[in-house]
């Protein structure tokens, strides 16, 4: 079982080495964006290697949750917001799959930081101050 894992494991490896273009310029990503991000925590590998982003206690109170990415291209558009935004930058990538803002002391933090969540649905309301 441990073999049959660690090959598919190394086939998503290889999928995930790739070139992004940007402003007409060619950059190579050596590093694995999913590595990275799993070594960061911010991600993990399910039982059957699906790839997941951690979003415990960011949607909704002291629950443990995540948000599946389907496809490599996700994986780039997650890396480039992280990468410009740091952990907001995913939580809103998050945000935007399930058309829910976060909670609100995250939601109040991101906003602060240029986010927008208008039109999407909010499980908690922040009260009149």
């Not at 999913?34 to 590998?45: G, K």
């Not at 995540?66 to 990538?93: A, N, P, Q, R, T």
């Amino acid at each position: 079982m441990f073999t049959e894992q660690n090959s598919r494991f190394e086939k998503i490896k290889d999928q995930l080495t790739f070139y992004i273009h940007e402003d007409g310029e060619e950059s190579y990503f050596e590093d694995n964006i999913a590595l990275f991000l799993l070594s960061r925590r911010y991600a993990f590998l399910g039982r059957n290697l699906e790839f997941s982003l951690n979003v415990n206690d960011v949607f909704y109170y002291s629950a443990g949750d995540s948000e599946d990415v389907k496809d490599i291209k996700e994986l780039v558009e997650i890396y480039k917001l992280y990468m410009k935004h740091g952990v907001y930058g995913m939580f809103y990538w998050v945000a935007k799959q399930r058309n829910q803002a976060p909670i609100p002391e995250i939601k109040e933090k991101m906003e602060a930081a240029g986010f927008s969540f208008e039109g999407m649905e909010e499980i908690y309301k922040q009260e009149e101050k």
